[in-house]
């Protein structure tokens, strides 16, 4: 990693000599840190290792990029001090480099070593991304090559995944990953798009990892033994057409047969996959002259079977995911109505959302949205049935009731297989969450400069930890500052057997406090929270977390 270092600093320096005799390159960046400290809470349930022994964390990430006569040079500095984003329950201590890249334009051809972040078609069989806010970065290092000709564009990849090991950040993966994609984009006359693309992607096993899984499986009941295999296949083809108002998107994934975790993790099995997933879409504008109703209707179906794509079936939860299935449910915002979240189930899911929009007049929207997620038979219940997991039903009203004045009033109600998204045991004390939450917003307009926005939410359940209700105030001092309070209050109790000895058995207040100023590219914030533990989902990856009490220190700056 050093000599990496050396050789793009030397190559930097070089360029940036050169720049000033011939032409000047453009430096650019971004900064983001997290500091947090840390208030033990024992009613809360806040007491892991972070908590009683090392009191804070920090964790930074510098990125800056270099670019001059169609080259273009990237490093990210990464830095994990006593965090906690690896795995909640302990803290991981690294720094160094997180990120390289070198890339070229030639022409029509662009050539990348390093890492790099891309993803083909919609991602299901191969995304390279990553979450800051959740310890995860599934990046590929290796090279790249991509090629544009007309209204043709390939890509093609040859490298390992960048591990999340709770040991190292910084490594790698020992997999070979490889891949390709091949889309085509042609335009008709009268408003008609169109895009047609397939991609492959192949995993080869190392050595290790396949005398980790062959052990395994011959220590397991000689009927459900197998002969795993080296090497996994992805394969996907995807078209989207769109014509005036209306939109589709459809795809089919198809993985071959290989060694993957049942439903409980508790033994391998062979099975091949496959996703198929359509969207649905149509818009009419209106609120013109002729004072037409607008509205749009967005339609989703997924349904996985056994499409489980790892660097190793030994990896679990969210480590070594090479593809990215997100699941099709509504993406809620306010604190209480994402309390509950479906986690893409990637033995067996069919799940389906509907949204309607209409604003039949200027300033007042309506929003429906009703979304289900069933298992299949084959990871359903005991006798074999799909079991229903997750339900929404949701809507909304937004009325701009004067220049000055907007309220948007709505209700979510939700079914939730908490057993099953979240890994507890069920017992005779535990059951599936039923909620209805109703929820209010408020934001008046002062004058040019400062608002004030009020939230409400309450979610009603006899399940989980029982019913809660969350408060925020918040002004706003457009262009700089944003200040608010809230209390999150755990009205109603319920205790079943898996929070007893964790979670005070008595009303909770969950205060919050916030404090942001803006500069332009620069925010600054400072929050103090308290959080009840669940599942926490940024940009629709989730994963369960411990509650957290402590304050917060956020920075964010580009250049």
Known sequence: MRKILTVLTLGLSTLALQAQDNEKGTFSG???SNTQLYDRDAKI????????????????????????????????????NNSPLLNPQTVYNKQGLGFWQASKDIGNLNLTAGYFYDQFGSGMIFRAYEERLLGLDYAMQGVRVKYNYKNLALKAFAGQ?????????????????????????????????TMFGASTVNR?????????????????????????????YAFNGYVRVGYKNLSYYGEYNYKTSEAIRNQDGSALINSDGNIIFNTLSYSQAGLGKKKQTSYGVNLQYKRIDHFVMRTS??????????????????????????RYNAVTQFLGEESMQAEVMVTPKRGTTFTFNVSNVNSLKSNG????????????????????????????????????????????????????????????????????????????????????????????AELNYSPHWSISIGDMVNTVPYRPSFTQGVISDEIIHYYSGYVGYTSGPTVVSLAYIKQVQGVNCTGGICRVEPAFSGVRLSLSTSF
């Not at 930074?60 to 001059?68: E, P, Q, S, T, V």
């Not at 899984?213 to 080296?230: C, H, L, M, W």
């Not at 939860?317 to 994402?338: E, F, M, V």
């Open 30 to 32: 971004n900064f983001m």
């Open 45 to 80: 349930g806040a007491t892991t290792e972070v908590y009683n022994k090392y009191k804070s964390s920090t964790d930074a990430w510098l990125f800056l990029n270099y670019n001059i006569k169609g080259y273009s040079f990237s490093l990210r500095y990464d830095m994990f």
């Open 161 to 193: 995944q960048k591990g999340n090991y709770p040991s190292d950040k910084f490594g790698v993966y020992p997999e070979a990953i490889k891949g390709l994609n091949v889309e085509y984009n042609k335009v008709f006359g009268k408003g008609l798009n």
């Open 204 to 232: 080869a096993l190392d050595q290790a990892n396949m005398n980790s899984i062959a052990d395994e499986i011959n220590g397991q009941p000689r009927s459900t033994r197998f002969v795993p295999k080296y090497n996994t």
């Open 313 to 338: 079936p030994n990896e679990q939860l969210n480590n070594g995911l090479i593809g990215y299935i997100p699941s099709i449910t509504r993406q809620n915002t306010y604190r209480l109505l994402a």
């Open 381 to 472: 219940d005991s006798l074999g049935n799909a079991k229903h997991l997750f339900s929404e039903y949701y809507a909304e009203v937004q009325h701009k009731v004067n220049k000055n004045l907007k309220v948007k009033l709505g209700i979510q109600s939700i079914f939730y297989d908490q057993s099953r998204f979240e890994q507890k045991v069920r017992d005779s004390t535990y059951h599936d969450v039923k909620a209805l939450t109703p929820f209010l917003e408020i934001v008046y307009k002062l004058n040019k400069k400062t608002s004030l926005r009020f939230e409400s939410q309450y979610l009603e359940t006899k399940e989980d930890l029982g019913s809660f209700m969350n408060v925020v």
